[in-house]
């Protein structure tokens, strides 16, 4: 690997700690999720949870010092249920590690090396934290460039799931990063936002007395992940930055939807210019599809209510998307006619760890890598795959039944679909059969233990023409 490799996570995937009260002493975590069930994890956080609201601010500017830093990447369960779910990133990086000879680097230090993963804050706006990714990648390139194992022509290439993707476009277009950049590889990255990020902040975010309303309408980074596109129906389709969504900071999201519009400016200009054109990063945008997901909301009497119905500006085979962002939202605006995408049947919080997605993007890498045109051993045959579609909770009440729905496109299932479950704590899995009611399966689970646990849905019948299987995570809360 002769490029310098940067992991970034999404939203509520990096560590935040508070600084030690006494010289020396270690940062204490206010945010560190992970080896934790995620409502475990919030419940036992208490009060620093509020802790993590942002004091009032103008977004376009520096944030004021909160005394709360980014310290690492969360690498297990982790995100706030419904808005940032995600089952962890080692996978991914392990990927790097295993395939490639790269040299892993330390936030700490400044030894030459090729994989970082970069941590921030994923409160503040995504301007602020790609100003602090090019600052990194400046010193972290620079020194590898000149390391005696490293590579004169070395170029960055990021690797981003969800919001970390648009840390990178800011980066990449309005800082002038594409200079020094060879790839972005993006998993399920709302280029042009997600309607969950509007409920939430119009409609609160309770669940079973954990109250995280206040810390999120606080966050200029949340207010950056609405939809840019008419997605909100009040007498007609307009722009959630055109009307006054409820509760929200008026200010944070007129400057969110300036912040899209200064990528957008930037790529307009930047595709006039020769060098840009000549010398451009290429964009490999990794699409969850064919699962239930918010695509519109509607605002009347003051009450906002979003919605799976698609809003009119969206063509029927746009519809659907990961579960958390809508399919015609994972595609750079600029590459709206490229079709350039790689498309999978699979949900927001596991499409990093997709082992499809896993394979194309190794060997992406590997050509990106090659002086010449290099060997890629494709994993599909010719034809389209069945694609399971999933339907389900993020958290359940004890003793509340765990239902899933499920349906079958461009296919079938033969024999049906089985799902399989394993806590996260470790221990055998359990096959459960659906049931199946004309188009759909259905299945209902009852008497599971409190905790975490992981969901993979597969037709009962292997084979190439089987659907790919899919998989999430759910959550089971305790008394």
Known sequence: MRDLVVLLPGITGSVLARAGHTAGAKPVDVWAPSGQALYQALKTMGGSITN?????????????????????????????L?????????????????????????????????????????RLSNRHSATE????????????????????????????????????????EVLEGWRDCRALITFGTPYRGAVNAVGFIANGY??????????????????????????????EWRRVSEVSVPNAVADYVAAAAEFHQEIRTAVDAHEKEADYLKSRYRIFPFVGVSQPTLQSARLANGVLETSLDRPEVVDEPLDGGDGTVPRVSATPLELSDDARETFFGERHASLQKNEYALDDVRERLKQLQSKGLGEIRGVWRAGQRPVIGLGLE???????????????????????????????????????PFKEDADAYA???????????????RSAIGGETAPTPVRDVFEIAAT
């Open 206 to 235: 309770k669940q079973i007395g954990l109250d995280l309303t206040a810390v999120l309408r606080s966050c200029p980074a949340v207010y950056e992940l609405f939809p840019v596109y008419k997605a909100l129906k009040t007498q």
């Open 82 to 122: 419904g808005l940032g779910k995600i089952d962890g990133y080692t996978t991914l990086a392990t990927l790097i590690t295993d395939h490639f000879l790269v040299t892993r680097g330390s936030l700490t230090s400044d030894a030459p090396a090729n994989f970082f993963e970069f941590p921030y804050d994923w």
């Open 52 to 80: 993590l609201a942002v004091p009032a601010h103008d977004p376009r500017k520096p944030p004021p010092d909160t005394g709360i830093t980014a310290t690492g990447v969360v690498q297990d369960f982790h995100g706030v």
């Open 443 to 457: 299945l209902t689970l009852e008497g599971l233990l409190p905790g975490m646990y992981r969901v993979r849905v």
């Open 394 to 432: 993020d958290l359940y009440l004890p003793g509340e039944p765990v239902v899933l729905r499920a349906t079958v496109t461009n296919g079938e299932a033969p024999k049906g679909l089985i799902a399989q479950f394993t806590a996260a704590s470790g221990g055998a899995s359990t096959d459960v």
């Open 133 to 172: 990714l090019r600052q990194f990648i400046k010193i972290r390139l620079a020194n590898w460039r000149e390391a005696s194992n490293g590579a004169p022509d070395g170029k960055v290439v990021l690797i981003a799931h969800s919001m970390g993707g648009l840390v990178s476009r800011y980066y990449l």
